[in-house]
């Protein structure tokens, strides 16, 4: 099983950047598709960001699109989320997900293993 380590979260106000990594353990982190999701208090996870095993095609949630970035590193075996711009309606704990299919999804169904999340605020 692949194992996920989330960081960067932290406190920002709006307007602010904040970018967010994930590592990943095993050898074939490369074959794999990264995904990013949400889940705000009181509400459902839900998708922000995906990225091919390739790294050639990604995927954004509407409310993210040209604020957001994914991006991976194969050779670190980590995959990353810039996020700027950022809105007080980002603030939720952030997890990074691998999908073992290599391709994109936008389905939390479809991936294999989760982080455990990282604390996003954004303050108005």
């Known amino acids: 099983q692949v194992q996920l380590v989330e960081s960067g979260g932290g406190l920002v106000q709006a307007g602010e950047s904040l970018r967010l990594s994930c590592a990943a353990s095993?050898?074939?982190?490369?074959?794999?598709?990264m995904g990013w999701f949400r889940q705000a208090p009181g509400k459902e996870r839900e998708f922000v960001a995906a990225i091919r095993w390739s790294g050639y095609r990604t995927s954004y949630a509407d409310s993210v699109k040209g604020r957001f970035t994914i991006s991976r590193d194969n050779a670190k075996s980590t995959v990353y989320l810039q996020m700027n711009s950022l809105k007080p309606e980002d603030t939720a704990v952030y997890y990074c997900a691998v999908r073992i299919a290599g391709r994109v999804s936008t389905e939390e169904r479809e991936y294999d293993s989760w982080g455990q999340g990282t604390q996003v605020t954004v303050s108005s």
């Open positions: 095993g050898r074939t982190f490369s074959t794999y598709a």
